[in-house]
């Protein structure tokens, strides 16, 4: 079985400051992919970054990076110089075995002028 | 930039009643998937799709629900007799290649009174 642990509930960052989001996963598999999705107040989902197990190289999209540590199976979501659009729930997610999508709980993120 | 659509964006219905929430997935895309998020929790996994027929599918998905490619656009999912409990927001999802990114649509507001 797989599992995906979000400690945080709730982050607050200052604008345009970096802030980082963890999630640390659960898995037998040795093939993988990790996800981040954005869900703002509207509800929709929005997909952030992908990494793959076998990715030696940490994702990067805009100003979203995954700090994937595989030994620690953590991959953590940094989002560098925060804007007030960032403010919303962030989920991280993982697939293994299968194609569908196992998720944590997710962190409200909260950005402050 | 292609995107899901789901319609209609909320539904309200009387419980015992069967309803039908329709997705269009991304015209290139091979599998489909349906989740859901009761208010306040995280996204589940219910049931995904390929190549017409139900490829797995999660506990939540009883007998109460099927799915339908009626054409080829459209992606459905019926649930014969609603129940309170079934209130939740419904997200389809589609993907290009398995493993890859899920593109979620915007989500169908389902509420059971």
């Known amino acids: 079985a797989q599992k995906i642990t979000q400690t945080q509930p709730g982050m607050f960052v200052q604008e345009k400051e970096a802030v980082t989001l963890d999630c640390t996963y659960d898995?037998?598999?040795?093939?993988?992919?990790l996800f981040w999705y954005k869900q703002p107040s509207s509800g929709e989902m929005i997909f952030l970054i992908y990494?793959?197990?076998?990715?030696?190289q940490n994702a990067t999209e805009g100003r979203y990076s995954l700090n994937f540590q595989k030994a620690r199976k953590s991959a953590n979501l940094v989002i560098s110089a925060s804007q007030l659009g960032d403010s919303a729930m962030y989920f991280c997610a993982m697939n293994s075995g299968y194609s569908t999508l196992t998720f944590g709980k997710g962190t409200m993120l909260l950005v402050s002028p | 930039e292609p995107e899901v659509t789901q319609t209609p964006s909320h539904q309200v219905t009387q419980m015992g009643q069967e309803v039908i929430l329709r997705c269009v997935p991304i015209?290139?895309?091979?599998?489909f998937y349906w989740y859901r998020q009761i208010l306040g929790q995280k996204v589940e996994f219910l049931v995904s799709f390929y190549n017409n027929e139900i490829s797995e599918k999660s506990e939540i998905f009883d007998d109460q629900f099927s799915v339908e490619r009626p054409d080829g656009s459209n992606f459905t999912l019926k649930i014969r007799s609603t129940k309170l409990e079934d209130s939740a927001m419904y997200f389809c999802a589609s993907s290009e290649v398995l493993y890859n990114e899920q593109f979620f649509g915007p989500g169908t507001r389902l509420t059971v009174l």
């Open positions: 015209s290139n895309h091979l599998y």
């Open positions: 898995t037998s598999d040795q093939s993988y992919g």
């Open positions: 990494q793959g197990s076998y990715d030696e």
